[in-house]
T-cell receptor, first 116, second 113 residues
Framework: EAGVAQSPRYKIIEKRQSVAFWCNPI?????LYWYQQILGQGPKLLIQ????????DSQLPKDRFSAERLKGVDSTLKIQPAKLEDSAVYLC??????????????FGPGTRLLVL | GNSVTQMEGPVTLSEEAFLTINCTYT??????LFWYVQYPGEGLQLLLK???ADDKGSNKGFEATYRKETTSFHLEKGSVQVSDSAVYFC????????????WGLGTSLAVNP
């Protein structure tokens, strides 16, 4: 079974530039999550999709971050314009979306973003 | 509010030593509890989980018991190996909260040969 795919793996940009990350979840997984992980901290949920609908985007900085999952499969997370404090690892995860609170989330390898 | 507190790292052990990584939580209701592991250069992966009080999760020689009376879910392994070197995250999810995970800060473990 293929895992969660993410690209690119690394990205270096200058502040005020834009950047986009792509994620392809495990086939058949209805729920998709984007996390931001700053060095030395736990993951912070940015946005959660159930199929192509947003379930939770309460911690997404909507003035600069956007995400979509148009066909309920793969997803794109965009930052425009980027700030220095956006330097982090961006993790995508997916889960079946049919079970209860003990459902396992499966993570991709992450995209490491450095904003100069 | 809901939160997870883990012991601070880094933890450095010799091979075959006993490992304990403490995790305590604050949550309303009856959360599910998880340990995730992040090996160098890899993504997070589930190590073990427990869904109700007194449940014991186990995997790869690691164990953790859901203790509601002490609100704890400490991770233990009897004999660590160099390959266990990683960052370990404790997390919880609450009922009726869309499976959202609340994460600890992570504990880095280094095992020396």
């Amino acid at each position: 079974e293929a895992g969660v795919a993410q690209s690119p793996r690394y990205k270096i940009i200058e502040k005020r530039q834009s950047v986009a990350f792509w994620c392809n979840p495990i086939s058949g997984h209805a729920t998709l999550y984007w996390y931001q992980q700053i060095l030395g901290q736990g993951p912070k949920l940015l946005i959660q999709f159930q199929n192509n609908g947003v379930v939770d985007d309460s911690q997404l900085p909507k003035d600069r971050f956007s995400a979509e999952r148009l066909k309920g499969v793969d997803s794109t997370l965009k930052i425009q314009p980027a700030k220095l404090e956006d330097s982090a690892v961006y993790l995508c995860a997916s889960s079946l979306g049919t079970s209860g609170r003990a459902e396992t989330q499966y993570f991709g390898p992450g995209t490491r973003l450095l904003v100069l | 509010g809901n939160s997870v507190t883990q012991m601070e790292g880094p933890v450095t052990l010799s091979e075959e030593a006993f490992l304990t990584i403490n995790c305590t939580y604050t949550a309303t209701g009856y959360p599910s509890l998880f340990w995730y592991v992040q090996y160098p250069g890899e993504g997070l992966q589930l190590l073990l989980k427990a869904t109700k009080a007194d449940d014991k999760g186990s995997n790869k020689g690691f164990e953790a018991t859901y203790r509601k009376e002490t609100t704890s879910f400490h991770l233990e392994k009897g004999s660590v190996q160099v390959s266990d070197s990683a960052v370990y995250f404790c997390a919880l999810s609450r009922p009726g909260n869309n499976r959202k995970l609340i994460w600890g800060l992570g504990t880095s473990l280094a095992v020396n040969p």
